[in-house]
């Protein structure tokens, strides 16, 4: 079954990863790329106390938040209980798989070979991360589609305005915009109207391309 999370990703084709050097002012932020587009939004954990900020500022309904960088079961819990509505992981862990599970929330599982990719599924990933996709970019993609047609692939690292169309041609249910949008720059100065650009203009490529 498609989870409330996933058919979010799965309209915007894109879910923004955001990585800090230090902590932030999460519902300006989220509400900034909400505006631009991007209403998908995962925090990840090593940005230093983002637990805490999650968990402190009033999201309300201003965007779908994942926790990713999730390792442990520990780690799986400590993001539920702050308030994320998905969990990523950058490679299997099975352990974060049961720990989501028990409280019904969904892992974005990472993978890269077809090995990884099959234990995944098998672990109940509600989609796949493919990480690092800057490896082996969209054929590569494409080609894991022949083995595995009805699931949810979402490229991450290396992922641009310039390339994600190709990514989503390639089968892709959706890409991530990285430092592309979310500059870390851009978060420490939170200059939230600059990033709002940012994730239009991302927006703009993956429509305006991605469906030709």
């Not at 805490?52 to 079961?73: C, E, Q, S, Y």
């Not at 190709?166 to 939230?192: I, K, Q, R, S």
């Not at 709002?196 to 490529?205: D, I, L, N």
């Amino acid at each position: 079954m498609t989870t409330a999370p996933l058919r979010v990703i799965a309209e915007d084709r894109a879910v923004t990863v955001v990585r800090a050097g230090r902590p932030f002012d999460v519902r300006m932020l989220v509400t900034a790329l909400a505006a631009g587009g991007l209403r998908a939004v995962e925090l990840t954990m090593t940005t230093p106390h983002i637990l805490d900020r999650l968990a402190a500022d009033d999201i309300g309904d201003a965007a779908t938040i994942g926790v990713g960088t999730v390792l442990t079961a520990r780690d799986a819990d400590a993001a539920i209980d702050a308030g994320a509505q998905f969990l990523v992981t950058p490679a299997v862990r099975e352990a974060v798989a049961g720990a989501a599970a028990a409280r019904n929330v969904p892992v974005i599982m990472g993978a890269y070979t077809p090995t990884e990719v099959m234990a995944a599924i098998d672990l109940g990933a509600a989609a796949v991360k493919i990480f690092p996709a800057r490896m082996a970019g969209p054929d590569y993609l494409r080609d894991l589609h022949g083995p595995f047609p009805g699931t949810a692939l979402i490229p991450s690292g290396g992922i641009n305005a310039t390339n994600a169309a190709a990514y989503l041609a390639a089968g892709a249910t959706a890409v991530t915009a990285g430092t592309d949008v979310v500059a870390p720059e851009l978060v420490a100065a939170a200059d939230w109207t600059a990033i709002t650009g940012r994730a239009k203009s991302f927006v703009a490529a993956i429509n305006n391309e991605g469906r030709n």
